[in-house]
């Protein structure tokens, strides 16, 4: 079956443009995970949906960063404002259940990377 | 608070040679230690997890809690295995990631 997809794969946008990234799970999975990968910072954890709730929001970095998810699958990460220093490749993650669920792997989306001018 | 420590973020060695990734966490609770991969034009991808205790691609790692690391060892390193290798715990909901250690294999 198809794995997690997101799009788009690029973006490139002005300061202080809003963007939205969209991240589509494995059918099924109930949590989704997006972090943000920044060269040298690896990977930052930036928020967990199980269905469509968000019981851990606390890696987004401010304010104008907020995500939503629909329908218990597909979810938006949208970055209001942007600045320089949000340039990085947004990976989206899915799995089964949540990952307390014992043996639940995360799968990984190919990323959007993000380029602020 | 949690955290992973990869030391190394760069890693050489001749194809044949043993390779050992570092790995350090800080965690309170009980610990589920993850090692991930992203080889190049790849997404990231689970290479192994300690409760598994599995051996993947002849990657092991064990869980050494009196010196908190889980180190990444493989006795004979192929060219195949260079990538970028990421460690990651589990707090409870969510991975914390290392940085990372680019491990290049020279012929």
């Known amino acids: 079956g198809a794995g997690v997809s997101q799009s788009p794969s690029n973006k490139v946008t002005e300061k202080g443009k809003d963007v939205e990234l969209r991240c589509d799970p494995i059918?099924?999975?109930?949590?989704l995970y997006w972090y943000r990968q920044s060269l040298g910072q690896g990977l930052e954890f930036l928020i967990y949906?199980?269905?469509?709730?968000?019981?851990?929001k606390s890696g987004l970095p401010s304010d104008r960063f907020s995500a939503e998810r629909t329908g218990g699958s597909v979810s938006t990460l949208t970055i209001q404002r942007t600045q320089q220093e949000d340039s990085a490749v947004y990976l989206c993650?899915?799995?089964?259940?949540?990952?307390?669920?014992?043996?639940?792997?995360?799968?990984f989306g190919p990323g959007t990377r993000l380029t602020v001018l | 608070a949690q955290r992973v420590t990869q030391p190394e973020k760069l890693l050489s060695v001749f194809k044949g040679a043993p390779v050992e990734l570092k790995c350090n966490y800080s965690?309170?609770?009980?610990?589920?230690l993850f090692w991930y991969v992203q080889y190049s034009r790849q997404r990231l991808q689970l290479l192994l997890r300690?409760?598994s205790r599995e051996s993947i691609k002849g990657f092991t790692a064990d869980l050494n809690k009196g010196e908190t690391s889980f180190h990444l060892k493989k006795p004979f390193a192929q060219e195949e295995d260079s990538a970028m290798y990421y460690c990651?715990?589990?707090?409870?909901?969510?991975?914390?990631f290392g940085k990372g250690t680019k491990l290049t294999v020279n012929p």
């Open positions: 993650a899915s799995s089964l259940e949540g990952l307390a669920g014992g043996l639940n792997e995360q799968f």
């Open positions: 059918s099924g999975h109930t949590a």
């Open positions: 949906f199980q269905g469509n709730s968000a019981p851990d």
């Open positions: 965690y309170s609770g009980s610990p589920e």
């Open positions: 300690h409760i």
């Open positions: 990651a715990l589990r707090v409870p909901e969510k991975l914390v």
